[in-house]
């Protein structure tokens, strides 16, 4: 299993408005891709220098194959919305994790 993991910092001027778009378009089509069996949405618990609010959505799914299925397919499209409604007060990256094992 592998978790796709988008870390985004989000500036307190369009906070609101980006929860919303998050929680209820954005997600949802990164889960209708069909890609992604579940995400989890989480608050990282530190201040940032820059200020803003920190956040982590873990996208899971079942292989490499398929994350790079998405990033050919659909990523272009989902980020560049993104990147239109929120422009430079929106920081993302993103890392790739394998889980090992669960307890």
Do not use: C
Not at 16 to 39: D, N, R, V
Not at 66 to 95: C, H, I, N, V
């Amino acid at each position: 299993m592998i978790i796709y993991n988008v870390t985004t910092n989000i500036h307190e001027s369009v906070h609101e408005k980006w929860m919303i778009w998050m929680q209820h378009k954005h997600i949802p089509e990164m889960l209708a891709t069909g890609k992604f069996s579940s995400a989890r949405m989480v608050r990282v618990l530190i201040e940032e220098e820059m200020g803003g609010t920190t956040y982590s959505v873990q996208y899971t799914t079942d292989s490499k194959e398929t994350l790079q299925k998405y990033y050919e397919e659909e990523a272009p499209k989902l980020r560049e919305e993104g990147m239109k409604l929120f422009g430079d007060k929106m920081l993302s990256f993103r890392t790739e994790l394998e889980v090992i094992s669960e307890h």
